[in-house]
């Protein structure tokens, strides 16, 4: 079992940064991650993944340039910078494991995330 934990969230204004951070904990592996939101009445959407390396990354296409995704395997972390936010990027984030995978699946169902975090809330005020 995989337990993941986001934390990052808050309250910010149009323009400004954040940094998300997923803590990685339980069984040890080696594993892509990704990062996931969903706003307020819509449907989850993907927003970045990682390979297991840091050397494969993939964006949405909504935030490619904006944002950042990286991981750091010694701490089990993941990070999503996000720069430039704007009011549609209000969502709960999510953060994800592909526990069958050291490489981003592009192809599969939710990129093949099998263990998912409870998410941490992202409000961006125009």
């Known amino acids: 079992q995989l337990h993941l934990v986001e934390s990052g969230g808050g309250l910010v204004q149009a323009g400004d940064s954040l940094t998300l951070s997923c803590t990685i904990s339980?069984?040890?592996?080696?594993?892509?991650m990704g990062w996931f939101r969903q706003a307020p009445g819509k449907e989850r959407e993907f927003v970045a993944a990682i390979s297991w390396s840091g050397v494969g990354t993939y964006y949405n296409d909504p935030v490619n340039g904006r944002f950042k995704i990286s991981r750091d395997n010694a701490k089990n972390t993941v990070y999503l910078l996000m720069n430039s936010l704007k009011p549609e990027d209000t969502a709960v984030y999510y953060c994800?494991?592909?526990?069958?995978?050291?490489?981003?699946?592009?192809?599969?169902?939710?990129?093949?995330?099998?263990?998912w975090g409870k998410g941490t809330l992202v409000t961006v005020s125009s």
């Open positions: 339980g069984r040890t592996g080696t594993y892509a």
């Open positions: 994800a494991a592909d526990s069958s995978s050291i490489y981003i699946r592009a192809g599969v169902q939710d990129y093949g995330m099998d263990y």
